[in-house]
Nanobody, 125 residues
């Protein structure tokens, strides 16, 4: 199993910035099985949606609504991903979740997905 611990959420004014962090921990086998990590968000009354995702090979993709404003990055040595959020807008307000995608490892066959606890980001004046 992989545990994901998030930090960095909070209240910020429109136009401001926040950086979210997500650290993955677990067995060596499970950590080595991580193929991608990403950030998702869920606003009130809406479904959870992709914000940004990065693969172990450093390929990235973003939701159209955050392109040019958000940047996802990773530190493989620390098993940590970051989401730098700039030029924040009120519509960015949501609970942000980190996730990890794992391939087969140990006695687990096939795709596994793990989620962090979520952190609230509120953009308001």
């Amino acid at each position: 199993q992989v545990q994901l611990v998030e930090s960095g959420g909070g209240l910020v004014q429109p136009g401001g910035s926040l950086r979210l962090s997500c650290a993955a921990s677990g067995s060596i086998a499970s950590i080595n099985a991580i193929n991608a990590m990403g950030w998702y968000r869920q606003a009130p009354g809406k479904e959870r949606a992709l914000v940004a995702r990065v693969t172990r090979g450093a390929n990235t993709n973003y939701a159209d609504s955050v392109k040019g404003r958000f940047t996802i990055s990773s530190d493989n040595a620390k098993n940590t991903v970051y989401l730098q959020m700039n030029s924040l807008k009120p519509e960015d307000t949501a609970v942000y979740y980190c996730n990890a995608e794992l391939g087969s490892y140990a006695n687990v066959v096939g795709l596994s997905i793990f989620w962090g606890q979520g952190t609230q980001v509120t953009v308001s004046s």
